[in-house]
């Protein structure tokens, strides 16, 4: 069964940096792209992008570039979640979620969007 | 970016009720539309994609319908289980966007 793991919470200080690992296991990871998305304390989701699993190609949302860095290691099919200059607003939970693979209807091909999600990293930052 | 808009913000049901969630976006998306559910401290679960299609092993409660810029969610009869906040999602297009969700509690 397809299973996104992910690393326990983190506390941080301001300015310093975490990364939040997604361990994968039940599929192939390197055919299915992984998604990072995050939910502040009593908000909804929000999408900060994508990462091709095949080729290591992120894709930032805006206002997820520069501090924000999507890896992989595909040996043991983990993706990354790396934050630098942390700052008191990054305090959220941050969830991995797999990309689901296709259903093909009248001679295309789509993509079913996401289908399976991490349990959830709490990254709170506080002094 | 597409804005997509969830209505209501929350509903009180009771169990057995019928309850149907709407979600509007700002322009059109074909049927790029998915529906999550998420239960207070737990992840999100998937339950809908291309706005009809129920992820594997969702109940046949669920049932989403809509095309273009209106989508619904409905649950046919609400059970225990079924409260909690309920999120649409668009991905036709970058940035894909969620709705602000709609919180289903217990009447």
């Known amino acids: 069964q397809v299973q996104l793991v992910q690393s326990g919470s983190e506390l941080k200080k301001p300015g310093a940096s975490v990364k939040v690992s997604c361990k994968a296991s039940?599929?192939?990871?390197?055919?299915?792209?992984m998604n990072w998305v995050r939910q502040a304390p009593g908000q909804g989701l929000e999408w900060m992008g994508w990462i091709n699993t095949n080729t290591g190609n992120p894709t930032y949302a805006q206002g997820f570039t520069g501090r924000f860095v999507f890896s992989l290691d595909t040996s043991v099919s983990t993706a990354y979640l790396q934050i630098s200059s942390l700052k008191a607003e990054d305090t959220a939970v941050y969830y991995c979620?797999?990309?689901?693979?296709?259903?093909?209807?009248?001679?295309?091909?789509?993509?079913?969007?996401?289908?399976?999600w991490g349990q959830g990293t709490l990254v709170t930052v506080s002094s | 970016d597409i804005q997509m808009t969830q209505s209501p913000s929350s509903l009180s049901a009771s169990v057995g009720d019928r309850v149907t969630i709407t979600c509007r976006a700002s322009q059109g998306i074909s049927n790029y539309l998915a529906w999550f559910q998420q239960k207070p401290g737990k992840a999100p679960k998937s339950l809908i994609y291309a706005a009809s299609s129920l992820q594997s092993g969702v109940p046949s409660k669920f049932s989403g319908s809509g095309s273009g810029t209106d989508f619904t969610l409905t649950i046919s009869s609400l059970q225990p289980e079924d409260f909690a906040t309920y999120y649409c999602?668009?991905?036709?297009?970058?940035?894909?966007?969620f709705g602000g969700g709609t919180k289903v509690e217990i009447k």
């Open positions: 039940g599929y192939t990871f390197t055919s299915y792209a």
């Open positions: 979620a797999r990309e689901g693979g296709e259903y093909c209807s009248g001679g295309s091909c789509y993509t079913k969007g996401i289908d399976y």
């Open positions: 999602q668009q991905y036709n297009s970058y940035p894909i966007t």
